[in-house]
């Protein structure tokens, strides 16, 4: 605190002409004068603000003077803060005394004499500042000897940092330290750097030309300009690459302390290298993770979606259960996906959860029996939906609107297909539908179409029988040969003058949507085609305007049918869950409709699109910067 800093006096006073009153004496003083009007109110200042004097009237409502001083001394920073009380009645020699023992250090009667108490005020208020300005003398010298202290440690320091230094990095097993002589040229290493170099001759770095064949050239050669071009600098950290004998890459982070010499010119490096190649790959597994979870939620909210826009129902209040029937079938397979980590779903749970409603077990009407059987993530999804879409058409028309009705769900596993029977008995007479109805759709296209398996019908009069063949091997790329010959499209079109898009989407419910809004904006559709080897087939028999391609079919990469696509001058675009960040470099011109698919910006798509073909615009896509692509980044 310097000489002119301006301290805080308070004054309280339940009066607020005597308040007045000591304001207009103590303002010649220039200080910062705070007021208060109740015992309460100065506490709250004393709270927030830090206060050299306290003048306080002894007589006021609720706590009085004596009481407020008492609460004042009672906080630790303001144990040694003057208090003057001020009283007009309470003058005896036991007033006296009592403020005195509550911690004042004087007392002055009213009325009072301002010059006296000008002076009195002053006197305290420059012992409160010349206190402050003696404690923080006392921190500033305490910081300079700390100093000195240091810098006197340090030195003795400095003559054992060099060793302590590699046998740390011994220790540590991930770093390693080197030195280099620039005017010699020679280096040293510790065998902590020979651990990272991949080498056990300790005798094998002895020149700067041998440290150098173990770094990439361009990270050396920053580090020679580093030295080069040090300026004031004295140290440096950089990111550089390892190469080991055998050929493999390591990353580290190079700190180096540089020794200026004569003329500030640097004479020796000293470095302590990190291996963070495990970290790196660890930020790259996080990265590639967050990727997917979003990809995964992406298509999860794009199936949703899918399935709004298809149903279709009589009224709303049917449609609304429809919608809700099927959200809630893919819940539960997500919900079994979760609890696993997403490595499957059990058979069993999965079909028991979706006939709760109805009951099951020995004695009920519903019975379900099979052996233990684990469903990949891609399969436990169209097989719950598949089991709605019956279970719904069931409670609606079959056994399961009958109380005298029975249904049977039972399952095998032979030889890389699993076999699910639905026998309904009991119920209604049934009989073969004329047409397909929208769950019949469902199942063909989830489970013949997206996974390649099968789907039988057998309407009997005592009830439906229905037989699932799902190809459920590890190594099985969704049953893509199957996929292939249970091909059929769900909306035949003449070809006549229509343009023709070639869609590519391995997920069923998605590409009903995507072909249905095709249709609707008058294009002949072939697909959707839901393998590569499919969309590749179709690619070399048939001529496009243009083609829309998930950027994953299977597990498998569009690339070969959007490389082939490119090389016939078709355009064509990617759908995807993932980012632009995933697109292979050859293909970053390509536009991007993010799943889940807005249909506004499908058809803007197909306008450019095609009305650049129409006026003979290039047939690569759009470029980048084109309306659409800045869109969909």
């Not at 990272?196 to 300009?225: M, N, V």
């Not at 119920?427 to 929208?438: A, D, K, L, Y």
Request: proline share 4%; net charge negative.
């Amino acid at each position: 605190m310097e000489q002119h800093d301006k301290v805080n006096i308070l004054l309280v006073d339940d009066q607020p002409a005597k308040l007045l009153s000591y304001e207009v004496v103590l303002r010649d003083l220039d200080e910062n004068l705070l007021k208060a009007d109740s015992a309460t109110q100065a506490l709250e200042i004393l709270l927030k603000t830090e206060v050299a004097v306290v003048l306080v009237d002894v007589c006021m409502p609720g706590l009085d003077g004596f009481e407020l001083a008492a609460m004042i001394r009672d906080h630790p920073r303001y144990q040694r803060t003057a208090i003057l009380f001020i009283s007009a009645v309470l003058l005896t020699e036991s007033d006296y005394l009592r403020g005195y023992e509550m911690g004042g250090v004087d007392y002055v009667p009213v009325p009072i004499v301002p010059e006296l108490l000008r002076a009195k005020v002053k006197v305290f208020a420059e012992l409160y500042r010349k206190t402050r300005q003696l404690e923080k003398l006392n921190q500033e010298l305490e910081r300079r000897v700390a100093e000195r202290t240091a810098e006197v440690e340090a030195s003795a320091d400095r003559l054992r940092e060099s060793e302590r230094g590699r046998s740390i990095a011994l220790a540590a097993g991930q770093m390693g330290s080197w030195e280099w002589d620039i005017a010699s040229g020679e280096c040293a290493c510790d065998a902590g750097q020979h651990r990272i170099f991949g080498i056990d001759d300790a005798g094998a770095i002895q020149k700067i030309d041998d440290l150098r064949h173990y770094f990439h050239d361009e990270d050396f050669k920053r580090i020679e300009a580093l030295v080069s071009e040090q300026g004031n600098a004295q140290t440096f950290q950089a990111e550089i690459r390892i190469i080991r004998p055998g050929g493999a890459i390591r990353s580290c982070i190079c700190a180096a302390a540089m020794t200026p010499g004569h003329k500030g010119r640097i004479v020796r490096v000293s470095a302590v290298m990190i291996d963070i190649t495990d970290r790196k790959l660890a930020e790259a597994r996080q990265l590639l993770l967050a990727r997917e979870v979003d990809h995964r939620a992406r298509n999860a909210i794009a199936v949703v979606q899918a399935v709004v826009r298809l149903t279709r129902a009589s009224s709303q209040q049917a449609y609304v259960k429809a919608v809700e029937g099927r959200i809630h079938a893919l819940a539960q397979a997500h919900t079994l996906l979760s609890e696993s980590r997403w490595q499957g779903a059990d058979m069993g749970r999965l079909v028991r959860e979706e006939l709760a409603p109805y009951g099951s077990g020995d004695n009920a009407r519903v019975q379900v029996e099979g052996p233990p059987v684990f469903l990949s993530p891609a399969k436990a999804q169209n097989v719950a939906l598949a089991l709605h879409e019956l279970a719904t058409n069931s409670a609606k028309y079959g056994s399961l609107s009958s109380v005298d009705g029975a249904l049977r769900v039972s399952w095998q596993a032979n030889r890389g297909v699993l076999t699910l029977r639905w026998e309904e008995s009991g119920g209604p007479p049934v009989r073969s539908p004329q047409t397909q109805g929208f769950g019949t759709k469902i199942l063909n296209a989830t489970i013949k179409h997206q996974i390649g398996g099968n789907v039988e019908w057998d309407w009997r009069s005592s009830g439906l029988h229905c037989t699932l063949e799902i190809p459920n091997d590890e190594d099985d790329h969704i049953g893509q040969a199957a996929a292939v010959s249970n091909r059929e499209n769900l909306v035949q079109l003449p070809t006549g003058a229509l343009r023709r898009v070639l869609l590519a989407e391995d997920e069923a419910m998605i590409g009903m949507m995507m072909r249905e809004i095709l249709v609707d904006y008058g294009l002949f559709v072939v697909g959707p085609c839901c393998s590569l080897s499919e969309a590749l087939a179709a690619t070399a028999t048939g001529s496009f305007d243009c083609a829309i391609l998930d950027l994953n079919l299977a597990g498998e990469s569009v690339y070969p049918v959007a490389a082939a696509l490119r090389m016939a001058g078709v355009p064509f675009a990617f759908v995807t869950g993932y980012g632009r960040e995933c697109i292979d470099e050859r293909f970053t011109d390509v536009p991007i409709l993010q799943k889940p698919i807005e249909r506004t910006r499908l058809e803007v798509y197909l306008d450019e699109t095609l009305g650049a073909r129409v006026n003979g615009v290039s047939n690569d896509g759009l470029r980048p910067g084109a309306p659409l692509d800045s869109r969909a980044g």
